[in-house]
């Protein structure tokens, strides 16, 4: 299987704080992938090397390469902003911008200069999240009037609906209700049959539920990466044993 995205040897540094130690990581399409670890491990650190986002950092550093379809991401002819279009991201804390439901959707695609089928599109990312029979007379509504599990499943929409290649997702769920949480699990499956997703889940147990394949992290280094069955069933470090069965000191 040809990866979607190859990182090889990639380093993160803040400052002098090392964040990721020269990284190899394969990721596929339309799987979902979990990034996991202890605090500190480095996984937001690694999302947001897939989109540039650490660049944003003004004390940040990289080495080594990010290939996205086989194109260095850091190329001299690779723009961020049209990068962000291909390479998605929702965050931990849903955050709506204070605006209608439209204009939150609208908004990326004026950035990036999409003026054709505007409502259409808001439609489809509505409907990918299971929002549009709900929201579909209350497009003028602020946003932020939503329950904190539709702001957030609106934050996805946003991001789908520039239909990205990729969408990283960073603890979704961590402050939703289990209810809410169950309606984002779901969304995931439906999601990658068009999205490659890569996910920091709210738990192993998130973990085990919705991810096709998982990488370990550990102060910077992967530790493991591979199939969730094989990680949490048949673990090739000890390292990882550690981790999934709750002896890893978190």
Not at 16 to 29: E, K, M
Not at 77 to 94: C, N, S, Y
Not at 110 to 124: K, L, N, T, W
């Amino acid at each position: 299987m040809s990866a979607l995205v190859e990182m090889r040897a990639f380093t993160v540094r803040y400052g002098s704080t090392l964040a990721l130690d020269s990284i190899d990581l394969d990721l596929h399409a339309h799987r979902v992938t979990a990034v996991i670890g202890p605090a500190g491990a480095g996984k937001s650190t690694l999302l947001r090397a897939l989109n540039r986002m650490n660049e944003l950092v003004a004390v940040s550093s990289r080495e080594g390469t990010i290939r996205l379809g086989g194109v260095d991401i850091h190329g001299g002819d690779i723009d961020p902003l049209a990068l962000r279009r291909r390479v998605g991201m929702t965050f931990e804390r849903p955050n709506p911008f204070p605006r209608s439901i439209f204009d939150n959707l609208a908004w990326g695609l004026s950035i990036h200069g999409v003026d054709d089928h505007v409502e259409a599109r808001i439609e489809q990312a509505l409907t990918r999240v299971g929002l549009w029979s709900l929201l579909a007379d209350r497009l003028d509504r602020p946003a932020r009037e939503l329950s904190l599990g539709d702001q957030q499943r609106l934050c996805i929409a946003r991001a789908l609906v520039l239909e990205p290649e990729i969408l990283l997702m960073d603890e979704p769920c961590s402050r939703l209700d289990p209810t809410s949480t169950a309606r984002i699990e779901d969304l995931l499956f439906d999601l990658k049959t068009a999205t490659t997703i890569v996910l920091v889940p709210h738990s192993l147990r998130q973990t085990s539920r919705v991810a096709d394949d998982t990488v370990l992290l550990d102060a910077g280094t992967l530790i493991e990466a591979g199939s969730t069955e094989e990680m949490f069933t048949r673990p090739r470090r000890a390292r990882t044993e550690a981790f999934v069965t709750g002896r890893f000191d978190v």
